[in-house]
């Protein structure tokens, strides 16, 4: 006898996001079928428009990966009318996409994700001199004191005595999968608490290179920074100082406190190296070019597919593989003019078709479309992209501080090298490449800095800025291996003007419903297997999907009771469930 149980919305992830799955009479998941609830629009929106300022739309699709369409929409323009960058400019986005991981990932870790592991009300049990003896034994981050953990229980306490558990609600506390004891729950509360207010330290380099945060500005040809030493508005002595003191205190956050509790959580839960992979397949578009940022071999993450877990086997993906590169949506509410035969993203179409049931209703019709979603394939393969996915192919392209990052942590949890492909791996990948990452912000400072002690300090190169330069038709892939995973743009330019957009996200890869052979996507494929203690509190499944961070962003079209579509509304924070 089988049971269909419904989660709808997933809470703490950015967007709207529903998952069904089916149980066995032991309450393990036999089927899962993922379904992203809203509609995407920004392609249309970009059509017609000047390539130059498709940046400002396309990043607008997300409020909290702030800046990856950004960078891949004017990667994809500068693709197109091969535009090559000044160095200076390469060293400052890499800064900017290198800030953008470690804040994202310490926040999905502490305000996201950890709360599927860490009970926050069974913090008031601990003892806080116990949890101070535990701190200061995983590391030298100041804040350890019995005082100070005392006073962090006593705001949780007023918390939980007004009824109201405010920025912890939302969770099922004192679930029997909880594992952690008083102490450490405690240890990672105050840590929670204290990202809060790390952020605000993180984000400077954005606000100075881009003048904002979330959404900087961004300029196709470079950045908008200038550099110069004695100019108030430029990059000068005084922003610099501000950037390596920035970049200082991410690293001592990473390496004093989100290692060191990945660390100190992950052995409670071992059994997580076993459940949650799926796929067992893993795409990376690259990220972190050198100077000549075409040049994919000079990439810090590399261009890569594995396949069935094959490390010695890495093949180099082409985003311009007409055959390889392409979007299904047998299961997804679009329509094609070919039908539902795979498209490549140039030549992509967003024409949408709702058909599934109208709300309020049971259950998605998985038979048929059942997803706002498409279906992006690898050579009809699904792929799961993410921080597990570039691990993995920097471990196997023998990249020397991962591969000690990686072993460290398999020889601390006492685990072989399969517990990877796993829930519990996908979480540590995310924290061995935010230390790798954080580091490499050091090194691209001393980049820039030796860069402007050389006087090249051009940021800017406007040499094909007018139209009158440009091809009459231009094709162009803009690339980002966001934190979240592998984001392509692709874009077609014909006189001047935009002529068609396609994104393909992490999320839409990860996401997918199943395809036109029925192959299920990364989440679909994670949750088989899976066995739950109490389907009412489904505490499991929101392990397994968190561990991917979704996001299910971009404008949404909203459709009432009898699919009608009655208007659009902006996203971003602001539809955020958290």
């Not at 059942?370 to 192919?393: D, N």
């Not at 020889?411 to 399969?418: E, G």
């Not at 991917?548 to 579509?565: E, L, Q, T």
């Amino acid at each position: 006898m089988s049971e269909r149980i419904v989660i709808d919305p997933i809470t703490r992830i950015e967007g709207h996001l529903r998952i069904e799955a089916t149980l066995d009479a032991s309450n393990t998941i036999t089927e899962a079928y993922s379904s992203g609830t809203m509609v995407r629009g920004i392609e249309k929106i970009l059509k017609g428009r000047d390539p130059r300022d498709a940046w400002a739309f396309a990043q607008r699709a997300c409020g909290v990966c702030t800046t990856v369409h950004s960078f891949a929409s004017i990667r994809a323009v500068e693709d197109a009318l091969k535009i090559k960058i000044p160095n200076a400019a390469n060293i400052i986005r890499n800064l900017m996409i290198a800030q953008q991981f470690v804040t994202d990932h310490v926040m999905h870790f502490y305000h996201l994700h950890a709360l599927d592991w860490v009970d926050v009300v069974s913090c008031l049990k601990a003892n806080p001199a116990e949890t101070s003896v535990i701190q200061q034994k995983i590391s030298n981050w100041p804040n350890s004191s019995p005082g100070y953990f005392a006073d962090v229980q006593k705001k949780v306490q007023a918390i939980v005595d007004s009824g109201q558990l405010s920025i912890f609600a939302n969770a099922y506390w004192g679930h029997p999968a909880y594992k952690l004891p008083p102490e450490i729950n405690l240890l990672a509360v105050a840590h929670y608490l204290e990202a809060l207010n790390w952020q605000r330290e993180a984000t400077k380099i954005h606000t100075i290179f881009g003048g904002k945060n979330p959404h900087p500005n961004f300029v196709v040809g470079g950045v908008p920074m200038p550099i110069d030493l004695n100019s108030d508005s430029a990059l000068n002595a005084e922003r610099l100082s501000i950037i390596s003191d920035s970049i200082d205190k991410m690293i001592e956050f990473v390496d004093q406190v989100y290692l060191p509790d990945l660390l100190a959580i992950a052995p409670y839960y071992l059994e997580y190296g076993g459940i949650g992979e799926g796929l067992g397949n893993f795409l990376t578009w690259g990220e972190f070019p050198a100077e000549d940022n075409s040049d994919i071999s000079k990439f810090l993450v590399p261009r890569a597919v594995i396949l069935n877990r094959d490390l010695n086997n890495i093949q180099v993906p082409d985003p311009r593989d007409f055959e390889k590169m392409q979007e299904y949506i047998s299961r997804s509410w679009y329509q094609y003019d070919n039908g539902a035969k795979g498209l490549h993203p140039w030549k992509g179409q967003t024409e949408f078709n709702y058909s599934g049931p109208k709300p309020p209703y049971d259950f998605l019709d998985v038979e048929n479309q059942y997803s706002w979603l498409k279906a992006p394939r690898w050579a009809e393969t699904p792929m799961e992209v993410g921080p597990l996915a570039r691990v993995l192919v920097m471990y196997a392209s023998g990249h020397e501080q991962t591969k000690d990052l990686v072993n460290l942590v398999l020889s601390t949890l006492n685990v072989p090298i399969t517990a990877v492909f796993s829930t519990l791996g996908r979480t540590a990948a995310r924290a061995i490449e935010t230390k790798v990452f954080a580091d490499s912000m050091r090194t691209f400072y001393n980049e820039l800095i030796a860069e402007i002690s050389a006087g090249k300090t051009d940021t800017f190169n406007g040499s094909k800025w007018e139209p009158s330069t440009w091809p009459s038709h231009a094709e162009g892939f803009g690339y980002m291996d966001a934190p979240r995973g592998a984001l392509g743009h692709w874009i077609v330019i014909d006189h001047g003007k935009i002529e068609n957009y396609q994104m393909v996200v992490p999320t839409t890869w990860n996401g997918s419903p199943r395809d036109h052979l029925g192959k299920p996507g990364a989440y679909e494929a994670s949750l088989v297997g899976t066995s739950m203690v109490d389907p009412g509190a489904p505490l499991e499944i929101l392990r397994t999907i968190h561990s991917f961070d979704p996001c299910m962003a971009c404008a949404v079209h909203m459709i009432d009771a009898s699919g009608k579509n009655v208007g659009e509304a902006a996203t971003g924070l602001d539809i955020c469930h958290r």
